[in-house]
């Protein structure tokens, strides 16, 4: 494809080194809201705020980019209204980069709701039975009325598992429709990121992964993984299709993080990672530290004075003791549910930062050995 | 009642002004963990944390003294537990005051699941059905243990209405557990408020308040008001009943404070209020401004840029807009409530604040006549 990228004025990635055993990526990405250090870890804020934490707390966690979603943004408060306020950034007060997704995943998941056709995804708000529509074109509107700084391409997502033929289609169809999101963009500071889709066929992954190399975008996405495979072939996709992405561009894995994911997946090349279960799991009881994943709800931490990790710098460890957050937790208090979202932020930001050291020096590997199973 | 109290070894209340129109009064408590700047609304963290909120928060808002019930703390985590972390300021990690009620205002709304003898409550906890006892010794050992700058006297409060005689013999058992708590108590650094009851009767409310004031306490409270009665009883018992009590001393009015009715309260000699309403009506879409109490729900705050109160210094004020608030509450996030929870609460700590101000001016007249009605 023939086509200047006026984005490169406005985002800029280094690459500032590759683990030598692995192939492991430590880089810069240098975006209009500041610059982001990967491996990185990216909290996700689906309603433009990250559940039950005040921005305060984020900024505090750590993070040097938000997820905002926008089929949510879309039907709650409106891309026209936070275009209004100036843009997301203004809108929630948040000064640090923020990526939307296009919107896709979440249509593609409305199974009895949606219907495909070439030129977009018709389907009904689940919440009022409304009827929308979304195309590549409009998605792209929605993410520039929003304005993050990084937007992603409007992709087919085709079912798990799906034949070769259906993953072909999808693939297909990814492809034309990036190129219309591309012709439909005019924003230079926000930055597009094509996604390789492609299923779990070699062949297909090898395809799409080529298909989005020839654009000259500021970075790429791997999507349609994390969908219901095991973690085996996951593991296969990504490390079979990295190396037919530039290697001077930062890649996103869409979807993917737990520790021992972030491990593969930077193992693989991955410079980004975004998930709702460190989170979520976080309003379950569920919280990481570096021995493992432990459960709030134990009554081994009934009378536990120790903070959730010993080794966490995060607000919740640095002022609670696992006693006292399970008591909330018990009680059904919000703020139990908010200081073990704090805590499972803040880790996974710091294991995403520790993992870039050790890329820096070279013991990526080491790492990955030392962490690896205590997550499984 | 002849008997020294240790307690004002620890605690001391200054009588600062007094206005020259109202009577109303502003002075300081000063307390083993930091003074009390009266009038005060105190926020209620009923199970060891103000809903929803980081101690961050808490703090930020300005708040001086928070509450926790005993009732509560005992089901769960349990007092002797809390014990052993070195009481609740080091349980929950908060530096400044507390005050605990007694359990008996809670015990006494179990109004199917409890017995009530001269000697103390039985009752069933709502949530497994197991049977708990309290009495007077063992509401101050619970207190004790959860280690409250403030502790309260067990009352018993009767229902709403009730006839004289009810009101009567429930004020005399109120007085005979008052003596019960205090030969009960044995931690000098607790200051034990008495309660006076007497319901819905100026006989009985002045033979209370009489009674209560002969014995030598840090502060006195007021109970067994806020039941149901409507806001002009509620005021003529507040006005009758605080010439009985020692004028040198904080008057502390339970379970009250809408800004309303701490301008009442405060006109009518009243130093502390707490309340649940704030933040319960908070985490309802309801919200104070200086124009009166609003609905963040109503559609007209729908593209709103303004924050909450344009003269409001709260985290929510400072950093975000009625129409992002707006969002958040309409698509259920807990940071909405969140941040609606901060604002009500710093609004009522600063309410109190500025009728302390107006008072030390004598202008508390002005003041009342000026916010009053907005708030009916």
Redesign the interface.
Known sequence: MNYSNPEFEYFSYELEHVDKKTGARAGTLHTPHGDIKTPIFMPVGT???????????IYESGAQIILGNSY?LYL??GDE?IA??GGIHK???WDKPVLTDSGGFQVFSLAHLRKITEDGVEFRDPKDGKKHYISPEISMKIQQNIGADIIMAFDECVPYPCTHEQAKLGMERTHRWLERCIKAKTNPKQALFPICQGAFYDDLRKESAEFVSQIPAVGYAIGGLSVGEDKETMNHFINYTTPFLPADKPRYLMGVGTPEDLLDGIKGGIDMFDCVLPTRNARHGSFFTWKGKCQIKNSQY??D?APLDENCDC?ACK???K??IR??Y??N???????MS?HNITFLINFSQMCRQAILEDRFEEFYNEHYDKFL
């Open positions: 309603n433009s705020t990250v559940k039950l934490l005040t921005n305060h707390h949510h709650r408060a209204l209004k306020f809108w929630m007060n009934q009378e004075s607000y002022n609670h003791s006693a006292y008591h909330l018990k009680c208090e919000g703020t139990g549910q908010a200081l704090i």
